[in-house]
Structure formats: structure tokens, C-alpha cells
């Protein structure tokens, strides 16, 4: 039992906040949503809050299952207590399949990887498995390859980074969480850029000093320009957008990070492009998308970087 929660915080979770609390009885795990860590300005309606627990919940379902246990996820078991967010039942023995097994080993690997990737491709099987999965889930994926689709996300991540920057509740909340040097929040090692001057992401990543600077696509003038990584775009999302919805995506986000790391892709969020409720809808409404944006991941093979901690 104690593998099964160990591997649970090891979940990613918004600004490493870890918001959960869990807690065992017998064979039967509960899951509830920890709102002093909730995040007051990115995350008013504790949706962010909901996909880190989510992957929690799938990171412990797969680590129970490798241990040869059935496992059964009830999410929102009872509504007249709402943070407790899911209950995982620990059945009969039934040996993990191979898939299961790799992805729970992987659990220890997997970090978020901020660094510039190579440009090798992403295999397609990986992105057709995360698929499946999050199909079961009730989730859908779409990768954002189209050069409009693309340009599209890269000005809401902008627009809504430079909307970020400019309210002191957002440098506030940063300032908590960043620079820590406990077992919650970001050490300054994970977010320090290590990006060669010469190369560039095509998307800006998340700039945790606060001010949404990112370096320039023209290079200084009297240098080369540098090359612009153009990694794998992917998109969650859900039909409906409520507390379930944002488990299901955080469950299957849990699931697509684990299979990316079991042959050694690396991801990382781009969290503010759905953040903010006006960019997010302006996100579904020039992608086109039928249902909600939850979530989406650069992925592509990088190099090894520094690793956040856990409470645990
Ligand atoms: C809902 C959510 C949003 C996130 N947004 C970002 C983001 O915008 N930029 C980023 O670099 N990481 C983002 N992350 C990754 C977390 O910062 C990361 O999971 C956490 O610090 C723990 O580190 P680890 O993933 O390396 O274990 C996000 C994670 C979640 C679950």
C-alpha cells in the first residue's frame, strides 16, 4: 500500500503544489483535494487542482495495478462530501499487463522537462496509445500540426502570459511557489533555463520570473538567428467541463506522461494557454474544438534536467 501512495505523489501537479491528501484503509485508498493548496489566481475554480490530482489518481491505479491487484477507481464517490475526490479499491490478484508494468516503472523517471528537445520525431504509436487511453477516459487528443492551429496557440500562450504578467496576484503567487526549497513548490534549479542561445522554442514556455519574456525567434542583430524547435503540440480536452471532466483529463495526462517517459520523450505543460478563462475560450473557439481544452504538452526527446521534490 505504501508503494501505491508513494507512487501517487510523485504525480505532476500545478506549481508542484501537490494538492491532494491521501489516506489507506485496509484495501481502499481515499483521494482528497488539499484546497489550502489551491492556487488563488491561476485557479480560482480548483480545476488545475483537479487535473493534478487526476494524474495522483492515475499514477496510484497503475502503481496498484503493477503490485498484481485489480483496482477500481470511483471518482466523486460521494456527493455530499465533495474534496473527496476519488476512492481506489484494491482487489483480487491479476498480474499487471506488460503496458501496465512499463508505465508504473516509469512513474520514477518521468519529470517535466523545460529544456530544449531534439528534432527527433515522437513515435506515432505513443501518440496513438495516449489516444486509446484518454478515449477510454472520455477525453479526447489532438495534435496541433497545422501551421494556423499552431500560430494560433502560440498567440493565446502570449496574450495570456502578458495578461498574467501584468496582475500582482499572479508575481504574488509565483513568488510562494517558486525559488522554494522544501519539499512543495518549485526549486530554482527545475526552472532555470538551460536553453543554448542558439536555439528556441516556436512556443514560449512558461516564464516563472513573471514577466512573459522570452527570447527572441530573430536572434540579436549581430548574431545568427537561432533555430526554432518546432515540437509535437498536444491538446486534451473533455465534452463537458465539470469536476469529473477534470479528473478524467488529469488521469489520462497522468497516463500519456508515464507512456512518453516508458521510451524516453519528455513533456512539458503549457499551462497558460488555458489558465485564463477569455484566452481558453478564445482557444476553442479559433481551433474550433467541439467540447473544452484541459490541457496541452510539448513533447520530444530532450536531456536530462533537474528534478522537483515531493512531501513524501
Ligand atoms: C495543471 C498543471 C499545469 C502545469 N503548468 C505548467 C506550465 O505552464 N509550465 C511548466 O513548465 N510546467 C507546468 N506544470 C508542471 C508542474 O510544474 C510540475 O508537474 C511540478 O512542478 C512537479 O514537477 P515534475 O513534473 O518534474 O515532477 C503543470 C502541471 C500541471 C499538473
Do not use: K
Not at 475554480?45 to 491487484?69: D, N, P
Request: aromatic share 6%; hydrophobic share 40%; charged share 25%.
Amino acid at each position: 500500500m505504501a508503494v501505491v501512495l508513494d507512487c501517487a505523489a510523485l504525480a505532476p501537479s500545478v506549481h508542484n503544489t501537490q494538492p491532494w491528501q491521501m489516506r489507506t484503509d485496509g484495501d481502499l485508498i481515499e483521494l482528497r483535494a488539499d484546497r489550502s493548496r489551491q492556487l488563488g489566481y491561476l485557479d480560482p475554480t480548483g480545476r488545475q487542482l483537479h487535473v493534478s490530482c487526476g494524474a495522483a489518481i492515475e499514477f496510484g491505479y497503475l502503481a496498484a495495478r503493477s503490485t498484481g491487484r485489480e483496482c477500481a477507481v470511483s471518482l466523486l464517490p460521494d456527493p455530499s462530501d465533495p474534496d473527496l475526490l476519488a476512492v481506489l479499491w484494491l482487489g483480487d490478484n491479476r498480474a499487471p499487463t506488460p503496458t501496465e508494468r512499463d508505465l508504473a516503472e516509469a512513474i520514477a523517471l518521468r519529470y517535466t522537462d523545460r529544456g530544449p528537445y531534439s528534432d527527433r520525431a515522437v513515435p506515432d504509436d505513443v501518440i496513438a496509445d495516449i489516444a486509446r487511453r484518454a478515449a477510454e477516459l472520455d477525453v479526447w487528443t489532438r495534435t496541433l500540426d497545422e501551421a494556423a492551429e499552431r500560430r494560433t496557440l502560440i498567440s493565446v500562450l502570449y496574450d495570456a502570459e502578458q495578461a498574467e504578467a501584468a496582475d500582482p496576484r499572479y508575481a504574488n503567487e509565483l513568488a510562494e511557489w517558486t525559488g522554494t526549497e522544501g519539499h512543495v513548490g518549485l526549486p530554482a534549479d527545475s526552472i532555470a533555463s538551460r536553453w543554448p542561445a542558439d536555439r528556441v522554442s516556436q512556443v514560449p514556455l512558461r516564464d516563472f520570473s513573471g514577466h512573459a519574456e522570452h527570447p527572441s525567434p530573430n536572434g540579436q542583430a549581430d548574431e545568427p538567428p537561432p533555430t526554432v524547435e518546432r515540437d509535437l503540440l498536444l491538446m486534451f480536452g473533455t465534452a463537458v467541463d465539470e469536476r469529473g471532466s477534470w479528473l478524467a483529463a488529469g488521469r489520462a495526462l497522468g497516463w500519456a506522461l508515464l507512456r512518453a517517459a516508458s521510451v524516453g520523450v519528455s513533456a512539458q505543460p503549457l499551462g497558460p494557454a488555458i489558465d485564463l478563462p477569455v484566452e481558453r475560450a478564445r482557444l476553442r473557439y479559433e481551433l474550433g474544438l467541439v467540447g473544452f481544452p484541459q490541457f496541452v504538452l510539448r513533447m520530444g526527446y530532450g536531456q536530462d534536467r533537474p528534478r522537483t521534490r515531493r512531501q513524501h
